[in-house]
């Protein structure tokens, strides 16, 4: 795991699998990783979309993300979902089987970082004016919108991003949480690839993975964050049969991990080596009932690998 030692608890592969599918695309991943390394975000998002071409549904659409940070973001904390639901860059699966398709999606995940969303969307009838929208890139999760059922809400009121604010407050204080909380935050999703209404299928996972696991390098390696929360588990998720997290373990330099009996946060470990220097919280998905006390226990997390 580029040249770092992984500490006792961390979890190893050899044990028995059943996906085995996964393991061979990372042997894969392993022999390209030079070429990968050589290569642009857009190149390798070209990449990763004719790597997955076998398992895009044609009759489905798609969308694309690539990491953002909001303009009050001071490098303390970042945060991963699983795969993103629904976004700006949407394209039919038939026309990513096309250069022009994929091109389209490609510049359309890449325009959030420099346009801010909202102004990408100004013309969404679904946008309802916001007198404090300041075209922040992360102001997208604040600004108003109108649901296919006519109810006004904000992005920011869901499970992620309740979780989000919560952590904020807890672990940087007050200062870090004003009513456009993401602002000061960093974002990304373990899959860069899904379906525009759901979480990437299993084949879809697999075929995309070894370019994730590159394309998570270069941000944390751009973004240099201190401090990195994955929001990705499952309760019950272990190290032997998990699509989020684990599934990345010999693809991300993880090192000093140690694992934690709470079903809400499973362990606490570093991202270290190729560039990178991050201390990380693993836990549970924000989305759903039953996680009452999930971010404190994220923040007690936090503030124990300072």
Same mark, same amino acid.
Request: hydrophobic share 35%.
């Given at each position: 795991?580029?040249?770092?030692?992984?500490?006792?608890?961390?979890?190893?592969?050899?044990?028995?699998?059943?996906?085995?599918?996964?393991?061979?695309?990372?042997?894969?991943?392993?022999?390209?990783?030079?070429?990968?390394?050589?290569?642009?975000?857009?190149?390798?998002?070209?990449?990763?979309?004719?790597?997955?071409?076998?398992?895009?549904?044609?009759?489905?659409?798609?969308?694309?993300?690539?990491?953002?940070?909001?303009?009050?973001?001071?490098?303390?904390?970042?945060?991963?979902?699983?795969?993103?639901?629904?976004?700006?860059?949407?394209?039919?699966?038939? $026309?990513?089987?096309?250069?022009?398709? &994929?091109?389209? *999606?490609?510049?359309?995940?890449?325009? +959030?970082?420099?346009? /801010? !969303?909202?102004?990408?969307?100004?013309?969404?009838?679904?946008?309802?004016?916001?007198?404090?929208?300041?075209?922040?890139?992360?102001?997208?999760?604040?600004?108003?919108?109108?649901?296919?059922?006519?109810?006004?809400?904000?992005?920011?009121?869901?499970?992620?991003?309740?979780?989000?604010?919560?952590?904020?407050?807890?672990?940087?204080?007050?200062?870090?949480?004003?009513?456009?909380?993401?602002?000061?935050?960093?974002?990304?999703?373990?899959?860069?690839?899904?379906?525009?209404?759901?979480?990437?299928?299993?084949?879809?996972?697999?075929?995309?993975?070894?370019?994730?696991?590159?394309?998570?390098?270069?941000?944390?390696?751009?973004?240099?964050?201190?401090?990195?929360?994955?929001?990705?588990?499952?309760?019950?998720?272990?190290?032997?049969? $998990?699509?989020?997290?684990?599934?990345? &373990?010999?693809? *991300?330099?993880?090192?000093?991990?140690? +694992?934690?009996?709470? /079903? !809400?946060?499973?362990?606490?470990?570093?991202?270290?080596?190729?560039?990178?220097?991050?201390?990380?919280?693993?836990?549970?998905?924000?989305?759903?009932?039953g996680k009452a006390g999930l971010a404190d226990k994220?923040?007690?997390?936090?503030?124990?690998?300072?």
């Open positions: 795991m580029d040249g770092v030692d992984p500490a006792p608890g961390l979890p190893r592969s050899g044990g028995r699998r059943r996906r085995v599918k996964a393991s061979r695309i990372v042997a894969l991943a392993r022999r390209s990783s030079t070429t990968m390394t050589n290569k642009n975000e857009p190149e390798l998002l070209n990449d990763l979309l004719l790597t997955c071409s076998p398992a895009i549904n044609s009759s489905e659409e798609y969308c694309l993300l690539s990491a953002i940070k909001g303009g009050r973001w001071d490098g303390r904390l970042m945060f991963y979902g699983r795969a993103v639901n629904g976004w700006h860059s949407v394209e039919k699966g038939a $026309d990513l089987h096309g250069a022009a398709g &994929r091109q389209r *999606l490609i510049e359309n995940a890449l325009a +959030p970082t420099r346009i /801010p !969303l909202c102004k990408l969307e100004a013309d969404d009838s679904r946008l309802v004016h916001d007198e404090g929208c300041d075209h922040d890139p992360m102001h997208w999760v604040h600004h108003p919108r109108l649901l296919a059922s006519g109810w006004k809400g904000r992005i920011s009121s869901g499970f992620f991003w309740t979780a989000v604010k919560k952590v904020l407050h807890g672990f940087l204080g007050a200062e870090a949480t004003p009513p456009a909380f993401a602002t000061n935050v960093a974002w990304s999703n373990l899959y860069k690839l899904a379906p525009n209404d759901g979480n990437p299928t299993e084949a879809l996972a697999d075929l995309q993975r070894g370019i994730c696991g590159e394309l998570i390098k270069r941000e944390l390696r751009a973004l240099k964050p201190n401090h990195v929360v994955f929001f990705t588990q499952y309760k019950t998720s272990s190290p032997e049969d $998990d699509p989020w997290f684990w599934s990345f &373990r010999e693809l *991300l330099p993880i090192a000093d991990y140690r +694992p934690n009996s709470d /079903p !809400l946060v499973h362990g606490t470990g570093r991202l270290v080596g190729d560039g990178i220097d991050s201390r990380f919280v693993l836990a549970v998905h924000p989305q759903g009932t994220v923040v007690e997390s936090l503030k124990a690998s300072r």
